[in-house]
Each structure stands twice: as structure tokens, then as C-alpha cells.
């Protein structure tokens, strides 16, 4: 299994301005993920982190807006940049844990309000 | 056409009722099917697994058709603790690309 924390919980941020949130996994994990969920919707895949690498991107998320950091195997930050009210939303990081499993472990989620 | 797509919504049942979700994927080629349960305001949290052969935990069956690209949950004698949003949740071939369903909302009334 794996716990994962996630930081800040919310914020109110105005717009143009940046926000990195953190997510701290309390095992040794290969892969993290970051999700987006908009009010009412289903989760959208950001990226997939990989240690050691520069993340992957899902179609429509570009590196300039979303970058992401992976320095070691229990941490990652992803950073809003530039926000819009668009970017309102909750952002949520994952990871699949430890022991092969196939289950996919969430965070809290960041709730981002953009003003 | 969505990967995954679920019934739209939402379900208001009354306790005890059976109540049934349905999902279908599009990539026949994908490997690990799921159910997730996501309650309001919170992260998503694994329901179950589904296989092949069709799985229950308690008053919970999941159901995968791979001919038909089929999956299904139902819920038996509902409680009003079973109010949430069930999420069916695909995993691709290769195994980490990972599609959610929109969610069908459930709201279970005493």
C-alpha cells in the first residue's frame, strides 16, 4: 500500500501567479502520477513522473504550464504556473505503491482556487 | 467515443434496493479493470478489483465481459453509507496508463 500526503490542501491564489504543490509518498515508489479533477468531472491525467527522468505528458498539458519535479522515489512537487481561473480545480497526486500492486493510491487533492 | 464510459446519473435508491452500474471500455487491449469509490470532497479510494471470473465482497459483485468490453458493479441491500460517486477505472496494455470513467453518483435515501 502507500500513503500519500499531499500539500497545501487549498489555496486562493490570483491570477498570473504561480503554485507548486507537494506530494510526499511514505514508501519507495517507480511511478507517480498528477490528476486533475474540475468540479463535477472525472479525473484528466496530467503526467506521469518518472525518478530520474523528465515527466511524461498527457495530451493537452505542455511542460510550460505543468512542470514537475521528481528528485527521489518518495517525493514530487507539480507547479500551476501562470493561473487562470481555468486552472480552478483540484489537483491530485497518485501512485500505484509497492509490491507490484495494481492499485492506485490517491492523495488528498489540492483544491485551487484561482481568482 | 470515451475510453470509458459509465451511466451518466445519477441514482437515487431507497435503503435496501439493488442497485446496478455499467461501464464499457474501447481499447481491447486493456489489462486491469477496477472500481473506485470516491466520496464528495475526497480522493478516490479502490472499491475492488474486477476479474474475469467475476468477484464479490460482501454486498458487492463486480462483473468483466471482455467479449463484450463490459464491466459491471452491483450493490446489494444499499446503505446510506453507500451515497457516493463509483468510478470505473481502466488500466491499459502496458500497465500503467490508467483512464477513469466520468463516476455515476449514487444517493441511497432512508
Known amino acids: 500500500s502507500a500513503v500519500i500526503s499531499q500539500k497545501p490542501s487549498r489555496d486562493i491564489c490570483q491570477r498570473g501567479t504561480s503554485l507548486t504543490i507537494q506530494c510526499q509518498v511514505d514508501?519507495?515508489?517507480?511511478?507517480m502520477f498528477w490528476y486533475r479533477q474540475q468540479p463535477g468531472q472525472s479525473l484528466t491525467l496530467i503526467a506521469t513522473?518518472?525518478?530520474?527522468?523528465?515527466?511524461?505528458?498527457e495530451s493537452g498539458f505542455v511542460i510550460d504550464k505543468f512542470p514537475i519535479s521528481r528528485p527521489n522515489l518518495t517525493f514530487s512537487t507539480l507547479t500551476v504556473s501562470n493561473m487562470s481561473p481555468e486552472d480552478s480545480s483540484i489537483y491530485l497526486c497518485?501512485?500505484?505503491?509497492?509490491?507490484?500492486?495494481?492499485?492506485?493510491?490517491f492523495g488528498p487533492g489540492t483544491r485551487l482556487t484561482v481568482l | 467515443r470515451k475510453e470509458v464510459e459509465q451511466d451518466p446519473g445519477p441514482f437515487n435508491v431507497p435503503e435496501g434496493a439493488t442497485v446496478a452500474f455499467n461501464c464499457t471500455y474501447s481499447?481491447?487491449?486493456?489489462?486491469?479493470f477496477f472500481w473506485y469509490r470516491q466520496d464528495c470532497r475526497k480522493e478516490p479510494k479502490l472499491l475492488m478489483s474486477v476479474y474475469s471470473s467475476g468477484n464479490e465482497d460482501g454486498r458487492f459483485t463486480a462483473q468483466l465481459n471482455r467479449a463484450s468490453q463490459y464491466i459491471s458493479l452491483l450493490i446489494r441491500d444499499s446503505k446510506l453509507s453507500d451515497s457516493a460517486t463509483y468510478l470505473c477505472?481502466?488500466?491499459?496494455?502496458?500497465?500503467?496508463?490508467?483512464?477513469f470513467g466520468a463516476g455515476t453518483r449514487l444517493f441511497v435515501k432512508a
Open positions: 481499447n481491447s487491449a486493456s489489462q486491469s
Open positions: 514508501s519507495q515508489v517507480t511511478m
Open positions: 513522473a518518472n525518478q530520474g527522468s523528465e515527466a511524461t505528458y
Open positions: 477505472v481502466v488500466r491499459g496494455a502496458g500497465g500503467f496508463k490508467t483512464i
Open positions: 497518485s501512485s500505484t505503491g509497492t509490491g507490484g500492486t495494481d492499485t492506485q493510491y
